[in-house]
Structure formats: structure tokens, C-alpha cells
């Protein structure tokens, strides 16, 4: 009766496994496939605003430069300081980077004197010479409310 259970036990697992294996790799396949087409989709799109690129490969190498042709299984990817160029196929890349995005130190400093100067004029400009922009109430000692209509 054990040897019974047994068989039946390791023939459902064996059928089980030759069931779930080719699901699990599709399911796996899928996802390669979608993570792929993310990643033409974004090149293509790094490709038209001609921006500088860090790609990182599968074996960890990274290379640097601008994206100057994109093909259907593959970008190239040229290096500003060799003048190189590198054909990247779309499966091979990990990660991708634009570079230099952000604003440069100086134009931050020229936007904060920009809104210095701005806060500065504005506040020479409210207050008209000689007259405060604020009412004064002489009050002699009482509660009583000013009267501002002199």
C-alpha cells in the first residue's frame, strides 16, 4: 500500500513539474519581452532629443556617449571622446541613463540673483517716499480704535 502512494505521489509530481516548467518560462519570456520593448521605446525617444547616454550592458561594462542610429534589434551608441561607435542589441542593455539632464551650477546662481534682485525692486517699489504703506494710529493712551479717515 506505501509503495502505491508512493508511485502516485512521485507520477503526480512529475507531471506536475513537466506542466509548470513551460508556463513559468513563458511567463518569464513575457516579461523579457515587455522589459525589451520599454527599452526601444525609451531609446528611441533619448534617440530624437539627442541626449547623452549611460548604458550599462549585461556583463556590467558601461558606456557613455549619444545614441546615433537605432535599428530593430539593436541601437548604436557612439563615444564622444573616441568618436567610436558600438552596435548595443536592445536584450544586451540592463539599464540606460541620460546624462545632464539637470541645470548647470551657474544657471542656478543666475536664477537665485535673478529672483534676489526681483525681491529687491519690489520691495523700493511698494513703499511710496516719504509715506508708509501701513496707517498710524496716535491713539493718546486708550483703547479706543484709530480713526484713519482724516
Known amino acids: 500500500m506505501f509503495r502505491r502512494l508512493l508511485s502516485l505521489m512521485l507520477i503526480s509530481f512529475l507531471i506536475q513539474m513537466i506542466c509548470i516548467t513551460p508556463v513559468l518560462a513563458a511567463v518569464q519570456t513575457d516579461k523579457e519581452t515587455q522589459r525589451i520593448a520599454k527599452m526601444k521605446e525609451r531609446i528611441g525617444v533619448i534617440h530624437l532629443e539627442k ?18 542610429e537605432v535599428n530593430e534589434s539593436s541601437f ?16 544586451d542593455a540592463t539599464q540606460i541613463k541620460t546624462k545632464g539632464n539637470g541645470l548647470s551650477t551657474s544657471t542656478k546662481v543666475l536664477i537665485g540673483v535673478g529672483i534676489a534682485v526681483a525681491a529687491v525692486v519690489l520691495l523700493v517699489t511698494i513703499k511710496p517716499l516719504g509715506k508708509s504703506p501701513f496707517p498710524k494710529c496716535n491713539a493718546d493712551q486708550s483703547n479706543a480704535p484709530c480713526d484713519n479717515s482724516r
Not at 51 to 68: A, E, F, L, P
Not at 77 to 85: L, N, P, Y
Open 51 to 68: 541626449k547623452r547616454v549611460i548604458i550599462t550592458r549585461r556583463d556590467g561594462t558601461k558606456m557613455q556617449g549619444q545614441i546615433s
Open 76 to 91: 548604436i551608441i557612439k563615444d564622444e571622446q573616441t568618436r567610436a561607435t558600438s552596435e548595443v542589441k536592445y536584450d
